[in-house]
């Protein structure tokens, strides 16, 4: 008896051995470590949570892919959903909110909807909660209703709108917050809606289980071009996979335009892409760089015609300099006029703020745009605070092209092409934009009575 419980001892880790193995080509991405500010108690928190999210992934991880499958989850919630529906019948059942009132939470993305021309329809997505929509927003108190939230994820990083008209009804939703925070959630792809938001439905081409749906894991950024090309700025949980992707034909099928995906992480470059823009007169810009080497690409509309936004049609039109994350505007007004925040290689904060007059043949020297500092907590310290690389947003008047809003941990303004910048902006709630009455004085166009 002891001998044959011997036997067995020795058999079974040598058939661990022998166990096939599954091939891919996939390699993950190695989260990057933040400058960490926060005091020993806030430490111990994050530790416990760390074990927690640890804990997490080991009981839910696919050992061949030491990766959570994601979409099997999805799958297996929607499963006990029907069997549970099946047994019982929650109709009968009514239910009232009770709180609490505070559960916004993070929104990286919110959307005026170009059909109603009051202005009063608008949509909003959280991180972890999904689109809201609300069709009175200059009301005092305006009332918002989720528009599912049984969609497979809630983690809704960026929405975009068909400019053209007679399809304004045409909506994209990208998932996944893609910048390393420990509470970032993986996406499933991209939705689209084709009744202005009220109902969504997923890309096939985006989502497991399509051959490419590991390069929409985190869908940073989506635009529409006023041909109806949707392009979107990805990011995936392995380091060979995500760029820039561009869709012909209303996201059936995509196609890389920015990125070099091979079966190494040393000669897969620009997959980190972050940003998309539309110029005014057509140009498309983007940028790469989250945690890897930031640069910014232009695919020029006046020499690429119909091509415009396709892969080989983009020029690196980085300035000089060591960057990671950058963050884009380009000028309604002004076609020629872009806007940049550049996150320093090796930094937690923004090290420069540029800008081009010419489409991105010049660039601003750097330090010839200030970067402000805020009042913080008794110090003095840069308008990011350390957090360049996750909370970063910066836009531009439509109607005054030297009139720029940017965000990290404060919102400031400049009224003068980012050549001085204003603290501490305080939102008009009764008008429900971000400039405070002030500007109807300095800007009256913008405040139409």
């Not at 760390?50 to 297996?76: C, H, V, W, Y």
């Not at 109603?116 to 809201?132: C, K, M, Y």
Request: hydrophobic share 35%; net charge neutral.
């Amino acid at each position: 008896m002891k001998k044959s419980l011997l036997l067995l001892v020795l058999i079974i880790p040598v058939m661990f051995l022998f166990l096939p193995k599954k091939k891919t080509d996939l390699i993950t991405v190695t989260k990057p470590v933040h400058v960490s500010l926060a005091k020993e108690n806030e430490e111990a928190e994050s530790d416990a949570m760390d074990q927690l999210m640890k804990q997490n992934f080991n009981m839910t991880r696919d050992p061949a892919l030491n990766s959570i499958p994601k979409e099997r989850l999805i799958e297996g919630a929607e499963r006990m959903k029907a069997m549970t529906l099946s047994a019982q019948s929650p109709q009968s059942m009514v239910w009232s909110e009770r709180g609490p009132n505070n559960i916004g939470g993070r929104v990286r993305t919110l959307l005026f909807d170009k059909s109603d021309a009051t202005g009063n329809t608008v949509l909003v997505a959280g991180v972890s909660g999904g689109i809201f929509r609300t069709t009175n927003f200059k009301n005092a108190s305006p009332s918002y209703t989720p528009v599912n939230n049984l969609l497979g994820s809630l983690s809704i990083s960026a929405m975009a709108q068909d400019p053209r008209p007679g399809s304004n009804n045409i909506m994209y939703a990208g998932t996944g917050e893609g910048y390393f925070n420990l509470d970032d959630s993986r996406g499933i792809g991209i939705y689209k809606s084709t009744n202005n938001g009220l109902t969504w439905s997923i890309l096939t081409f985006t989502t497991s289980p399509a051959a490419n749906a590991s390069n929409f894991d985190y869908v940073q950024r989506i635009v529409v071009d006023n041909s109806g090309n949707v392009y979107a700025a990805c990011r995936s949980r392995f380091c060979n996979r995500g760029g820039l992707w561009k869709s012909t034909d209303g996201g059936t099928s995509w196609a890389r335009v920015i990125g070099t995906s091979t079966g190494s992480c040393g000669t897969s470059v620009d997959l980190n892409a972050n940003d998309v823009e539309i110029a005014a007169n057509g140009d498309v810009y983007a940028t790469v760089g989250v945690f890897t080497t930031g640069k910014i690409f232009r695919s020029d509309a006046s020499v690429h015609l119909a091509n415009t936004g396709n892969a080989g049609t983009f020029t690196d039109i980085t300035p000089t300099g060591s960057f990671w994350r950058i963050e884009l505007a380009t000028a309604p007004s002004n076609a020629s006029r872009v806007y940049a925040l550049f996150q320093g290689a090796g930094s937690n904060d923004v090290s420069q703020i540029r800008r081009t007059d010419n489409s991105g043949t010049s660039w601003t020297a750097a330090g010839a745009i200030p970067v402000p500092t805020i009042y913080d907590q008794g110090n003095n310290n840069t308008f990011t605070r350390s957090q360049a690389w996750y909370d970063l947003t910066i836009a531009v008047d439509p109607n005054f092209d030297d009139t720029l809003i940017i965000g990290g941990v404060d919102l400031l303004r400049s009224y003068n092409a980012g050549n001085q910048l204003d603290t501490n902006i305080q939102l008009d709630r009764s008008r429900g934009d971000i400039f405070r009455k002030s500007i109807c004085t300095r800007r009256p166009a913008y405040c139409p009575l």
